[in-house]
């Protein structure tokens, strides 16, 4: 069975840093994509940054670019997302995805069909 488990949110003040941590279990990392997510209240889930195993390509939000940056563990499978100088609007609930996908559109929510239940980032001015 597939899970992803995310950790590491929380209340940080405006240009404070967090770690999220996603903990998968039941597939490796290799040959799939993966990505965090954000949803902020009353707002669609967005993708906040992204990274295809097949085309070795990473997307970031332009939101987000220069502050935040995705990595992982292979040998622990744990996905990361490190977030610095962090804004009000960055909050929301982050979510980790993966997918079996080795195309172009790592980016898009919809070819994510393995999802964590999230962890809340609140960030206050």
């Known amino acids: 069975e597939v899970q992803l488990v995310e950790s590491g949110g929380g209340l940080v003040r405006a240009g404070g840093s967090l770690r999220l941590s996603c903990e998968a279990s039941?597939?490796?990392?290799?040959?799939?994509?993966i990505g965090w997510f954000r949803q902020a209240p009353g707002n669609e889930r967005e993708a906040v940054s992204c990274?295809?195993?097949?085309?070795?390509?990473?997307y970031y939000s332009e939101s987000v670019k220069g502050r935040f940056t995705i990595s992982w563990d292979n040998a622990k499978n744990v996905l990361y997302l490190h977030m610095n100088s962090l804004k009000p609007e960055d909050t929301g609930v982050y979510y980790c995805?993966?997918?079996?996908?080795?195309?172009?559109?790592?980016?898009?929510?919809?070819?994510?069909?393995?999802w964590g239940r999230g962890t809340q980032v609140t960030v206050s001015s």
């Open positions: 039941g597939f490796s990392f290799d040959g799939y994509a």
């Open positions: 990274f295809s195993r097949g085309a070795q390509r990473t």
């Open positions: 995805a993966a997918a079996h996908y080795t195309g172009d559109y790592y980016s898009y929510e919809g070819v994510y069909n393995y």
